[in-house]
Protein backbone atom coordinates (compact mmCIF):
# COMPACT_ATOMS: atom_id res chain seq x y z
CA UNK A 1 0.00 0.00 0.00
CA UNK A 2 1.32 3.24 -0.57
CA UNK A 3 1.95 5.70 1.98
CA UNK A 4 1.22 8.91 0.58
CA UNK A 5 -1.97 9.11 -0.87
CA UNK A 6 -2.03 10.96 -4.56
CA UNK A 7 -3.81 14.05 -4.91
CA UNK A 8 -7.39 13.19 -6.60
CA UNK A 9 -8.84 16.03 -9.04
CA UNK A 10 -12.19 14.77 -7.57
CA UNK A 11 -14.70 17.09 -5.67
CA UNK A 12 -17.26 16.29 -3.08
CA UNK A 13 -21.03 16.42 -3.73
CA UNK A 14 -21.57 19.47 -1.50
CA UNK A 15 -19.12 21.30 -4.32
CA UNK A 16 -21.11 20.75 -7.30
CA UNK A 17 -22.45 23.70 -9.11
CA UNK A 18 -26.36 23.48 -9.88
CA UNK A 19 -27.49 23.24 -13.70
CA UNK A 20 -28.35 26.73 -13.68
CA UNK A 21 -29.65 28.68 -16.75
CA UNK A 22 -29.07 27.33 -20.13
CA UNK A 23 -26.64 24.95 -21.66
CA UNK A 24 -25.48 24.98 -25.45
CA UNK A 25 -24.56 21.81 -27.46
CA UNK A 26 -22.05 22.38 -30.13
CA UNK A 27 -21.79 19.67 -32.65
CA UNK A 28 -19.10 19.45 -35.48
CA UNK A 29 -21.43 17.65 -38.51
CA UNK A 30 -24.66 19.34 -37.34
CA UNK A 31 -26.55 18.37 -40.14
CA UNK A 32 -25.27 14.58 -40.19
CA UNK A 33 -27.28 11.55 -39.53
CA UNK A 34 -26.70 11.34 -35.43
CA UNK A 35 -26.48 15.27 -35.00
CA UNK A 36 -30.37 15.50 -36.41
CA UNK A 37 -31.18 12.56 -34.84
CA UNK A 38 -30.25 13.80 -31.87
CA UNK A 39 -31.97 17.41 -32.13
CA UNK A 40 -35.33 16.08 -33.84
CA UNK A 41 -35.45 13.20 -30.97
CA UNK A 42 -34.54 16.04 -27.97
CA UNK A 43 -37.77 18.33 -29.79
CA UNK A 44 -40.06 15.34 -29.87
CA UNK A 45 -39.32 14.58 -26.15
CA UNK A 46 -39.93 17.89 -25.29
CA UNK A 47 -43.49 17.68 -27.04
CA UNK A 48 -44.00 14.29 -25.67
CA UNK A 49 -43.87 12.22 -29.46
CA UNK A 50 -41.07 9.75 -28.15
CA UNK A 51 -39.52 8.83 -25.01
CA UNK A 52 -35.82 8.82 -24.61
CA UNK A 53 -35.25 5.33 -24.75
CA UNK A 54 -31.41 3.81 -24.75
CA UNK A 55 -30.07 7.28 -22.35
CA UNK A 56 -28.64 6.10 -18.90
CA UNK A 57 -29.27 9.65 -17.85
CA UNK A 58 -33.23 9.44 -18.56
CA UNK A 59 -34.09 5.51 -18.03
CA UNK A 60 -31.53 4.72 -15.78
CA UNK A 61 -31.74 4.05 -11.88
CA UNK A 62 -28.37 3.75 -9.69
CA UNK A 63 -28.26 1.27 -6.31
CA UNK A 64 -27.12 2.80 -3.07
CA UNK A 65 -26.11 1.10 0.25
CA UNK A 66 -27.35 -2.44 1.12
CA UNK A 67 -29.75 -3.95 -1.20
CA UNK A 68 -31.98 -4.67 2.07
CA UNK A 69 -31.92 -0.50 1.71
CA UNK A 70 -33.75 -0.76 -1.71
CA UNK A 71 -32.83 3.08 -2.91
CA UNK A 72 -32.91 2.94 -6.35
CA UNK A 73 -33.50 6.46 -7.54
CA UNK A 74 -33.34 7.25 -11.35
CA UNK A 75 -29.91 8.75 -11.85
CA UNK A 76 -31.34 12.24 -12.67
CA UNK A 77 -33.20 12.50 -9.59
CA UNK A 78 -29.66 11.08 -7.67
CA UNK A 79 -27.49 13.82 -9.87
CA UNK A 80 -28.17 17.20 -10.27
CA UNK A 81 -27.92 16.99 -14.54
CA UNK A 82 -29.22 19.81 -16.85
CA UNK A 83 -32.82 19.38 -18.40
CA UNK A 84 -33.41 18.73 -21.48
CA UNK A 85 -35.61 21.55 -21.28
CA UNK A 86 -32.74 23.72 -21.08
CA UNK A 87 -30.36 22.62 -24.20
CA UNK A 88 -29.78 24.97 -26.98
CA UNK A 89 -28.30 23.61 -30.23
CA UNK A 90 -25.87 24.79 -32.64
CA UNK A 91 -22.57 23.88 -34.46
CA UNK A 92 -20.83 23.22 -38.27
CA UNK A 93 -21.08 21.64 -41.12
CA UNK A 94 -19.81 21.50 -44.46
CA UNK A 95 -23.11 21.57 -45.81
CA UNK A 96 -25.38 24.09 -45.33
CA UNK A 97 -28.28 22.83 -44.58
CA UNK A 98 -30.48 23.36 -41.66
CA UNK A 99 -31.64 20.16 -39.36
CA UNK A 100 -34.95 19.78 -41.15
CA UNK A 101 -34.00 19.25 -44.40
CA UNK A 102 -30.30 17.82 -43.00
CA UNK A 103 -32.64 15.41 -41.13
CA UNK A 104 -34.89 14.53 -44.25
CA UNK A 105 -31.82 13.74 -45.84
CA UNK A 106 -30.52 11.33 -43.73
CA UNK A 107 -33.46 9.20 -43.65
CA UNK A 108 -33.76 7.70 -40.11
CA UNK A 109 -36.57 9.77 -38.65
CA UNK A 110 -39.76 9.36 -40.27
CA UNK A 111 -41.59 12.31 -42.45
CA UNK A 112 -43.85 13.11 -40.56
CA UNK A 113 -42.59 13.13 -37.18
CA UNK A 114 -40.32 15.59 -38.68
CA UNK A 115 -42.84 17.84 -40.16
CA UNK A 116 -44.23 18.34 -36.75
CA UNK A 117 -40.82 19.57 -35.42
CA UNK A 118 -40.44 21.54 -38.66
CA UNK A 119 -40.31 24.68 -37.25
CA UNK A 120 -38.01 24.18 -34.46
CA UNK A 121 -35.45 22.41 -36.93
CA UNK A 122 -35.43 25.08 -39.35
CA UNK A 123 -33.98 27.46 -37.10
CA UNK A 124 -31.21 25.36 -36.33
CA UNK A 125 -27.93 26.47 -39.11
CA UNK A 126 -24.79 25.85 -39.10
CA UNK A 127 -21.82 27.69 -39.19
CA UNK A 128 -19.29 27.18 -41.75
CA UNK A 129 -16.93 24.72 -41.31
CA UNK A 130 -13.39 23.80 -40.83
CA UNK A 131 -12.71 21.05 -43.36
CA UNK A 132 -9.89 19.63 -45.59
CA UNK A 133 -10.31 16.78 -47.70
CA UNK A 134 -7.09 15.18 -47.21
CA UNK A 135 -8.27 13.92 -44.31
CA UNK A 136 -11.83 13.05 -45.10
CA UNK A 137 -11.52 12.15 -49.17
CA UNK A 138 -14.67 10.72 -50.18
CA UNK A 139 -16.53 14.37 -49.09
CA UNK A 140 -16.58 17.49 -50.81
CA UNK A 141 -17.64 20.44 -48.43
CA UNK A 142 -19.19 23.72 -49.85
CA UNK A 143 -20.03 25.51 -46.93
CA UNK A 144 -16.83 25.75 -45.40
CA UNK A 145 -14.12 29.33 -43.77
CA UNK A 146 -11.22 30.23 -45.82
CA UNK A 147 -8.29 31.13 -44.06
CA UNK A 148 -4.53 31.06 -44.43
CA UNK A 149 -3.34 28.65 -41.52
CA UNK A 150 -5.16 26.47 -38.97
CA UNK A 151 -4.23 28.24 -36.46
CA UNK A 152 -6.40 31.00 -38.10
CA UNK A 153 -8.84 28.57 -38.71
CA UNK A 154 -8.80 27.77 -34.36
CA UNK A 155 -9.49 31.63 -33.77
CA UNK A 156 -12.19 31.48 -35.96
CA UNK A 157 -13.65 28.87 -34.10
CA UNK A 158 -13.07 30.41 -30.55
CA UNK A 159 -15.20 33.36 -31.95
CA UNK A 160 -17.94 31.23 -33.19
CA UNK A 161 -17.92 29.64 -29.67
CA UNK A 162 -18.14 32.66 -28.24
CA UNK A 163 -20.58 34.52 -30.02
CA UNK A 164 -23.39 31.17 -29.99
CA UNK A 165 -22.87 31.22 -25.76
CA UNK A 166 -23.67 35.21 -26.11
CA UNK A 167 -26.10 35.74 -28.77
CA UNK A 168 -28.35 32.71 -27.32
CA UNK A 169 -27.49 33.80 -23.65
CA UNK A 170 -26.58 30.81 -22.56
CA UNK A 171 -24.58 29.74 -19.22
CA UNK A 172 -22.54 26.94 -20.20
CA UNK A 173 -21.46 24.67 -23.29
CA UNK A 174 -20.61 21.62 -23.96
CA UNK A 175 -18.99 20.15 -27.93
CA UNK A 176 -19.59 16.95 -29.28
CA UNK A 177 -17.69 15.78 -32.29
CA UNK A 178 -20.19 14.34 -34.77
CA UNK A 179 -18.44 14.84 -37.81
CA UNK A 180 -17.16 12.23 -40.16
CA UNK A 181 -14.29 9.46 -39.79
CA UNK A 182 -10.90 11.26 -40.60
CA UNK A 183 -7.91 9.75 -41.93
CA UNK A 184 -5.40 7.35 -39.84
CA UNK A 185 -2.85 9.41 -38.06
CA UNK A 186 -0.53 8.45 -35.75
CA UNK A 187 0.90 10.36 -32.17
CA UNK A 188 3.60 12.62 -33.17
CA UNK A 189 6.16 15.58 -32.46
CA UNK A 190 3.85 17.83 -33.54
CA UNK A 191 1.27 16.55 -30.91
CA UNK A 192 3.89 16.00 -27.67
CA UNK A 193 3.44 19.61 -26.08
CA UNK A 194 1.11 22.65 -26.27
CA UNK A 195 3.93 24.37 -27.76
CA UNK A 196 5.05 22.05 -30.32
CA UNK A 197 0.67 22.13 -31.32
CA UNK A 198 0.79 25.80 -31.50
CA UNK A 199 3.57 26.12 -33.61
CA UNK A 200 2.40 23.08 -35.84
CA UNK A 201 -1.50 25.05 -36.01
CA UNK A 202 0.71 28.31 -37.02
CA UNK A 203 2.70 26.22 -39.74
CA UNK A 204 0.19 24.26 -40.89
CA UNK A 205 1.16 21.02 -39.97
CA UNK A 206 -0.10 18.04 -42.26
CA UNK A 207 -0.50 15.73 -39.08
CA UNK A 208 -3.26 18.65 -37.39
CA UNK A 209 -6.39 17.09 -38.50
CA UNK A 210 -9.56 19.28 -38.55
CA UNK A 211 -10.81 17.56 -35.56
CA UNK A 212 -8.25 18.53 -33.88
CA UNK A 213 -8.37 22.29 -34.58
CA UNK A 214 -12.08 21.95 -33.01
CA UNK A 215 -11.18 19.84 -29.56
CA UNK A 216 -8.22 23.14 -29.49
CA UNK A 217 -11.04 25.79 -29.89
CA UNK A 218 -13.10 24.32 -27.77
CA UNK A 219 -10.65 23.76 -24.09
CA UNK A 220 -9.29 26.65 -25.50
CA UNK A 221 -12.60 28.14 -24.53
CA UNK A 222 -13.23 25.89 -21.58
CA UNK A 223 -15.71 23.72 -23.02
CA UNK A 224 -15.73 20.50 -22.27
CA UNK A 225 -15.17 18.00 -25.37
CA UNK A 226 -16.25 14.51 -26.49
CA UNK A 227 -15.08 12.83 -29.56
CA UNK A 228 -17.87 10.64 -31.26
CA UNK A 229 -15.45 9.31 -34.27
CA UNK A 230 -12.12 7.00 -34.04
CA UNK A 231 -9.62 9.92 -35.20
CA UNK A 232 -7.28 11.35 -32.81
CA UNK A 233 -9.02 14.63 -31.93
CA UNK A 234 -8.28 15.71 -28.29
CA UNK A 235 -6.32 12.14 -27.17
CA UNK A 236 -3.00 13.52 -28.11
CA UNK A 237 -0.77 14.84 -25.17
CA UNK A 238 -0.86 18.47 -25.96
CA UNK A 239 -4.29 18.95 -26.01
CA UNK A 240 -4.53 16.26 -22.76
CA UNK A 241 -2.10 18.58 -20.77
CA UNK A 242 -4.11 21.66 -22.37
CA UNK A 243 -7.40 20.14 -21.04
CA UNK A 244 -5.74 20.03 -17.10
CA UNK A 245 -4.27 23.22 -17.55
CA UNK A 246 -7.38 24.66 -18.40
CA UNK A 247 -9.34 21.99 -15.93
CA UNK A 248 -11.52 20.86 -18.60
CA UNK A 249 -12.89 17.34 -18.65
CA UNK A 250 -12.63 15.35 -22.06
CA UNK A 251 -13.66 12.35 -23.17
CA UNK A 252 -13.78 9.81 -26.55
CA UNK A 253 -13.23 7.98 -29.13
CA UNK A 254 -16.13 6.90 -31.43
CA UNK A 255 -19.64 6.36 -29.73
CA UNK A 256 -20.20 2.57 -29.27
CA UNK A 257 -22.72 1.20 -31.00
CA UNK A 258 -23.34 -1.75 -33.43
CA UNK A 259 -21.22 -4.45 -34.07
CA UNK A 260 -19.02 -3.37 -31.66
CA UNK A 261 -21.42 -3.36 -28.65
CA UNK A 262 -22.11 -6.64 -28.82
CA UNK A 263 -18.93 -7.27 -29.27
CA UNK A 264 -18.23 -5.54 -25.45
CA UNK A 265 -21.03 -7.70 -24.27
CA UNK A 266 -20.41 -11.16 -25.81
CA UNK A 267 -16.70 -11.36 -24.67
CA UNK A 268 -16.39 -10.47 -21.20
CA UNK A 269 -19.40 -13.40 -21.14
CA UNK A 270 -16.77 -15.52 -22.79
CA UNK A 271 -13.89 -14.66 -20.58
CA UNK A 272 -16.25 -15.16 -17.74
CA UNK A 273 -16.31 -18.81 -18.53
CA UNK A 274 -12.86 -19.51 -19.83
CA UNK A 275 -14.49 -20.32 -23.21
CA UNK A 276 -11.87 -20.26 -26.04
CA UNK A 277 -11.73 -18.14 -29.08
CA UNK A 278 -10.36 -19.11 -32.19
CA UNK A 279 -12.05 -16.67 -34.58
CA UNK A 280 -14.01 -13.59 -35.10
CA UNK A 281 -15.35 -12.74 -38.42
CA UNK A 282 -17.13 -9.29 -38.29
CA UNK A 283 -18.55 -7.45 -41.76
CA UNK A 284 -20.58 -4.71 -41.86
CA UNK A 285 -22.82 -2.99 -44.34
CA UNK A 286 -24.09 0.25 -44.21
CA UNK A 287 -25.33 3.08 -46.55
CA UNK A 288 -25.07 6.55 -44.54
CA UNK A 289 -22.54 9.52 -44.96
CA UNK A 290 -20.76 7.30 -42.51
CA UNK A 291 -20.73 4.45 -44.53
CA UNK A 292 -19.50 6.30 -47.80
CA UNK A 293 -16.62 7.62 -45.72
CA UNK A 294 -15.51 4.84 -44.54
CA UNK A 295 -15.55 3.16 -48.06
CA UNK A 296 -12.12 5.17 -48.47
CA UNK A 297 -9.65 2.86 -46.93
CA UNK A 298 -7.58 5.53 -45.36
CA UNK A 299 -10.33 7.02 -43.23
CA UNK A 300 -11.58 2.75 -42.59
CA UNK A 301 -7.96 2.22 -40.91
CA UNK A 302 -8.94 4.58 -38.50
CA UNK A 303 -12.11 2.92 -38.00
CA UNK A 304 -10.67 -0.36 -37.71
CA UNK A 305 -8.21 0.44 -35.58
CA UNK A 306 -10.83 1.00 -32.82
CA UNK A 307 -12.58 -2.17 -33.38
CA UNK A 308 -10.03 -4.65 -33.04
CA UNK A 309 -8.43 -3.38 -30.48
CA UNK A 310 -11.28 -3.92 -28.18
CA UNK A 311 -10.96 -8.11 -28.00
CA UNK A 312 -7.30 -7.62 -27.28
CA UNK A 313 -7.60 -5.83 -24.07
CA UNK A 314 -10.95 -7.96 -23.26
CA UNK A 315 -9.67 -11.14 -23.06
CA UNK A 316 -6.00 -10.44 -22.18
CA UNK A 317 -4.20 -13.01 -24.37
CA UNK A 318 -1.27 -12.46 -22.38
CA UNK A 319 -2.99 -13.98 -18.69
CA UNK A 320 -4.79 -16.52 -20.62
CA UNK A 321 -2.61 -17.50 -23.63
CA UNK A 322 -3.90 -20.98 -23.92
CA UNK A 323 -7.82 -19.83 -25.06
CA UNK A 324 -6.64 -16.28 -26.46
CA UNK A 325 -3.75 -16.26 -27.69
CA UNK A 326 -4.26 -17.55 -31.16
CA UNK A 327 -7.50 -16.08 -32.53
CA UNK A 328 -8.38 -14.84 -35.97
CA UNK A 329 -9.47 -11.33 -36.03
CA UNK A 330 -11.16 -9.91 -39.04
CA UNK A 331 -13.50 -6.59 -39.40
CA UNK A 332 -15.19 -5.41 -42.82
CA UNK A 333 -16.97 -2.41 -43.64
CA UNK A 334 -18.93 -2.31 -46.83
CA UNK A 335 -20.92 0.72 -48.55
CA UNK A 336 -24.33 -0.17 -49.47
CA UNK A 337 -26.37 2.92 -50.77
CA UNK A 338 -29.88 0.96 -50.55
CA UNK A 339 -29.38 0.23 -46.68
CA UNK A 340 -29.55 3.82 -45.70
CA UNK A 341 -28.80 4.45 -41.61
CA UNK A 342 -30.09 0.92 -40.73
CA UNK A 343 -26.77 -0.94 -40.88
CA UNK A 344 -26.77 -4.41 -40.89
CA UNK A 345 -23.48 -6.93 -39.09
CA UNK A 346 -23.11 -10.17 -39.01
CA UNK A 347 -20.52 -11.78 -36.62
CA UNK A 348 -19.22 -15.09 -36.61
CA UNK A 349 -17.55 -16.86 -33.62
CA UNK A 350 -15.62 -19.74 -33.18
CA UNK A 351 -15.26 -20.40 -29.63
CA UNK A 352 -14.25 -23.85 -28.12
CA UNK A 353 -14.44 -25.46 -24.58
CA UNK A 354 -14.06 -28.55 -22.78
CA UNK A 355 -11.29 -30.86 -24.28
CA UNK A 356 -11.05 -28.16 -27.06
CA UNK A 357 -14.33 -29.16 -28.48
CA UNK A 358 -15.54 -26.50 -31.14
CA UNK A 359 -18.58 -24.65 -31.14
CA UNK A 360 -19.56 -21.53 -32.88
CA UNK A 361 -21.96 -17.97 -32.33
CA UNK A 362 -23.89 -16.24 -35.25
CA UNK A 363 -25.10 -12.66 -34.78
CA UNK A 364 -26.96 -10.58 -37.42
CA UNK A 365 -27.76 -7.32 -35.72
CA UNK A 366 -29.68 -5.22 -38.10
CA UNK A 367 -29.56 -2.26 -36.48
CA UNK A 368 -29.27 1.78 -36.80
CA UNK A 369 -26.71 3.26 -35.96
CA UNK A 370 -28.36 7.10 -35.14
CA UNK A 371 -30.75 5.39 -33.00
CA UNK A 372 -27.90 4.17 -30.60
CA UNK A 373 -26.22 7.13 -31.24
CA UNK A 374 -28.31 9.32 -30.58
CA UNK A 375 -29.07 8.91 -26.52
CA UNK A 376 -25.28 8.58 -26.55
CA UNK A 377 -24.65 12.13 -27.62
CA UNK A 378 -27.09 13.27 -25.20
CA UNK A 379 -25.74 11.06 -21.94
CA UNK A 380 -22.55 12.94 -22.79
CA UNK A 381 -23.88 16.28 -22.93
CA UNK A 382 -25.37 15.74 -19.50
CA UNK A 383 -22.27 13.78 -18.05
CA UNK A 384 -19.60 16.36 -19.10
CA UNK A 385 -21.44 19.06 -17.82
CA UNK A 386 -22.00 17.88 -14.88
CA UNK A 387 -18.03 17.10 -14.26
CA UNK A 388 -17.37 20.64 -14.98
CA UNK A 389 -19.82 21.44 -12.55
CA UNK A 390 -18.18 18.91 -9.89
CA UNK A 391 -14.38 19.98 -10.87
CA UNK A 392 -13.08 17.23 -12.88
CA UNK A 393 -11.32 17.91 -15.70
CA UNK A 394 -8.66 15.93 -18.52
CA UNK A 395 -9.64 12.79 -19.40
CA UNK A 396 -13.05 11.22 -17.88
CA UNK A 397 -12.57 7.57 -18.26
CA UNK A 398 -15.43 6.95 -16.17
CA UNK A 399 -17.75 7.81 -19.48
CA UNK A 400 -15.60 5.54 -20.95
CA UNK A 401 -18.83 3.06 -21.71
CA UNK A 402 -19.99 5.16 -24.28
CA UNK A 403 -17.16 4.59 -26.79
CA UNK A 404 -15.38 1.86 -28.68
CA UNK A 405 -11.56 3.17 -28.32
CA UNK A 406 -11.84 4.89 -24.45
CA UNK A 407 -8.99 7.10 -23.72
CA UNK A 408 -6.86 6.27 -20.98
CA UNK A 409 -4.47 7.44 -18.49
CA UNK A 410 -0.55 7.58 -19.34
CA UNK A 411 0.64 3.73 -18.08
CA UNK A 412 -2.90 2.21 -18.05
CA UNK A 413 -4.71 0.34 -20.46
CA UNK A 414 -8.18 1.29 -21.63
CA UNK A 415 -11.25 -0.92 -20.03
CA UNK A 416 -14.06 -2.51 -22.63
CA UNK A 417 -16.16 -4.91 -20.86
CA UNK A 418 -19.35 -2.94 -20.91
CA UNK A 419 -20.28 -4.07 -17.47
CA UNK A 420 -16.93 -3.22 -15.47
CA UNK A 421 -17.92 0.47 -17.77
CA UNK A 422 -20.93 0.61 -16.08
CA UNK A 423 -19.67 -0.12 -12.86
CA UNK A 424 -17.02 2.49 -12.99
CA UNK A 425 -19.30 5.12 -14.27
CA UNK A 426 -22.10 4.58 -11.40
CA UNK A 427 -19.46 4.67 -8.75
CA UNK A 428 -18.06 7.86 -10.02
CA UNK A 429 -21.66 9.16 -9.48
CA UNK A 430 -21.77 7.23 -6.09
CA UNK A 431 -18.80 8.74 -5.03
CA UNK A 432 -19.72 12.35 -6.59
CA UNK A 433 -22.60 12.44 -3.75
CA UNK A 434 -20.42 10.77 -1.05
CA UNK A 435 -22.72 7.55 -1.31
CA UNK A 436 -20.93 4.39 -0.19
CA UNK A 437 -19.38 2.81 -3.42
CA UNK A 438 -21.09 -0.67 -4.78
CA UNK A 439 -18.59 -3.70 -4.65
CA UNK A 440 -21.03 -6.46 -4.96
CA UNK A 441 -19.33 -8.19 -2.49
CA UNK A 442 -22.54 -9.28 -0.69
CA UNK A 443 -20.81 -11.33 2.92
CA UNK A 444 -22.42 -8.88 5.23
CA UNK A 445 -25.89 -10.53 4.33
CA UNK A 446 -24.92 -14.10 5.48
CA UNK A 447 -24.55 -15.19 9.29
CA UNK A 448 -21.83 -17.49 8.43
CA UNK A 449 -19.13 -14.85 7.98
CA UNK A 450 -18.09 -12.62 10.77
CA UNK A 451 -15.89 -9.65 10.12
CA UNK A 452 -12.38 -9.46 11.33
Known sequence: MPTKKKKSNYKQSEEIKPPQGRLGVLLPGLSGAVSTTFIAGIEAIKRGLGKPFG???QMGTIRLGKRTEKRSPHILDFVPLAHTQD??????DI????????????????KNLLDELRLELEEINPMPAVFDRRYVRNLNGIHLKKEKTKMHFAERLIDDI????KENKLDRLIMIWCGSTEIYIKPSKVHSTIQNFEEGLRDNHPEIAPSMIYAYAAIQCGV???NGAPNLSA?????????KRKKVPIAGKDFKTGQTLMKTIIAPGLKARMLGLKGWFSTNILGNRDGEVLDDPYSFKTKEESKLSVLEYILQPDLYPELYSDYYHKVRINYYPPRGDAKEAWDNIDIFGWLSY????????????????????LDLVLFLDLAKRAGLYGIQEWLSFYFKSPMFGEGLYPEHDLFIQ???????????????LITHLGLDYYDYYEPG
Open 55 to 57: SLT
Open 87 to 92: LVFGGW
Open 95 to 110: FPDNSYEAALKAGVLE
Open 162 to 165: KNFK
Open 224 to 226: PYA
Open 235 to 243: DIPALIQMA
Open 358 to 377: PMQIKINFLCRDSILAAPIV
Open 422 to 436: LMKLKNTLRYLKGEE
